[in-house]
């Protein structure tokens, strides 16, 4: 996943050191079928105030439906996407809209919002705290960036009670 990952990025023409390559975590959020419901992430800048990260899915590949929740006197991460390569479908809060994309077979009840944006290179949206949302690739894969506010990564709250977000698989 980290090579098809590497290929993916290597397209958007976004240039990458070595190292930043074989930093990609790969995440599969302890669910066990990294192709269908998983991540690579590829993290550019990580401080105490701003997060700056590639995420790439793979053909079809979702990041399971999740918020960025309140943290003490933090009123919670502000996530903008702004896809670079590929179609990205984007689901969060609002009418039910799927059309392109699917909910992962058997997990309806934990996929909850279903208004969908599909977005194209150059699109760019912005996901204010306490949003739900998830993220599926087209056929061709996916890569956006993700610039954030306090990047809280283990503090998100999915909807899945099934996913694990500190199970790591690196392969
Ligand atoms: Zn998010």
Redesign the pocket.
Known sequence: MRKAAASLIAQTGVPVTADELSSIEVADFGLGHLAVEGAQILTLLQSERIGVKLLVLTPGQTLPE?L?PVVGSDPGKE?TVRVVLGTLLLYSEGGDTISSGVVPSGKEAVYTVRNERKMVPGDQLT?PPGNK?WLQAGDEGAVAFSFSSVARDLL?VFTDPEVQRRVVVRK
């Open positions: 999740h960025h996530e996901l949302h998100d």
